[in-house]
């Protein structure tokens, strides 16, 4: 196991944990439950192999597309998410969001795919994976989720070794494929484009303070360097536990537990990329090792990118999307995903380990390790 994606993992727990607690005190004992659920899942995926992955790939691709097509049908929501539906509701505990699972399918579906066909040629077998998954979460509607989902398929395409030429048609060409469709689902879903327009009018709510964003900015600032705790006087905004967590660790931890977070994330990079530069040493590669490889770049991506779309709404960059900050924010669905994903990440860097040439080892592991 990686030492370093295992800190990462219970650093940003623990950060959340604090921020969960200082936000609803009342779910702190849950969400606690929650966070050693997928520390334990995490523990259990690292030690399986990445063949083990790829055998089941397709299954459980196929097995997420049924679930986001059970949303269409039997659906639920919030009145938080503005009615539409994106939640799998069993009664109990059982009560999850396809869609996460839905982007960690497609990464062993692609990674799989690539390692099996190569880059060069079924491309548009590849097109259509990421176009299907994308298009079923489109449909619910939820936009941030589809966007992350669509970006998730081209860095697994680069990931896996597709030239940046094919990858620039292919976005070029759904992008204009695109364009007549677009007029139609934004009426449809009028609350897409209420929301950017709010966002975009917001500058003269933001200075008085009256809007949630402004409100969790204030909050953030008035953390300070060492934070007030979670009994400090704070103010009662949208999402305070979930999407604008960020702000409520700001003011539990201040600018040290921000810092932390973002140190975490870092780490989790570093780890994929470890991954990367030492399979490119393993000669020759193997179809195990490619796949390795690229699921631990496409885990990476489902991790950071996502914090970055939560972390530049609650800048106010973005309009609000409904994306929660991974690990930290409460949350059963992105906690398992997630926690699912670091598995994937730890088993990738063992097996590439294993692979090592002698004369790599540990010599040269420890030269990367402290780059």
């Given at each position: ?368 390790a402290s780059d």
């Amino acid at each position: 196991m990686s030492i370093q994606l295992l800190l990462a993992q219970i650093l940003l727990m623990a950060l959340g944990l604090i921020a969960v607690g200082t936000a609803r005190p009342d779910l702190i004992v849950d969400h606690g439950l929650k966070l050693l659920v997928g520390l334990g899942l995490t523990l259990f995926i690292a030690r399986l192999r990445p063949t083990a992955f790829l055998k089941w790939a397709t299954f459980a691709w196929l097995g997420t597309l049924i679930l986001l097509v059970l949303v269409l049908i039997i659906g639920v929501g919030t009145a938080e998410s503005g009615g539409t539906k994106r939640w799998l509701d069993f009664g109990g505990p059982f009560r999850f969001q396809p869609s996460e699972l839905a982007k960690l399918g497609l990464v062993l579906q692609l990674s799989s795919f690539f390692s099996r066909r190569g880059v060069e040629r079924k491309l548009i077998s590849a097109t259509a994976m990421i176009l299907v998954t994308t298009a079923l979460i489109i449909l619910e509607p939820d936009m941030g989720t589809s966007v992350l989902t669509f970006g998730l398929g081209i860095v697994l395409m680069f990931a896996a070794g597709v030239r940046i030429s094919n990858i620039a048609w292919f976005g070029l060409g759904l992008g204009l494929l695109a364009i007549p469709g677009l007029n139609i689902y934004l009426q449809r879903h009028p609350y897409i484009l209420e929301r950017w327009n709010g966002h975009q009018s917001r500058g003269d709510t933001v200075s008085v303070g009256l809007d949630h964003i402004g409100l969790a900015h204030r909050d953030l600032t008035n953390g300070g360097l060492w934070g007030l705790g979670p009994d400090g006087p704070r103010y009662i905004y949208f999402a305070a536990h979930t999407d604008m967590i960020i702000a409520t660790v700001g003011f539990s931890t201040g600018l040290l537990g921000v810092v932390m977070v973002f140190f975490a994330y870092w780490m989790i990079v570093n780890t994929a990329l470890q991954v990367s530069l030492l399979a490119a040493r393993i000669r020759p590669m193997t179809p195990e090792i490619h796949a390795a490889s690229t699921m631990a770049t496409g885990a990476m991506f489902m991790i950071v990118g996502q914090a970055m779309v939560n972390l530049a709404v609650a800048a106010g960059i973005f309009p609000v999307t409904g994306v929660p900050l991974p690990l930290v924010s409460y949350g059963f669905s992105s906690i398992l995903t997630m926690s699912l994903a670091l598995g994937i990440i730890h088993s990738a860097m063992r097996e590439v380990r294993s692979q090592l040439p002698a004369e790599n080892d540990p010599a040269a592991l420890m030269a990367v390790a402290s780059d």
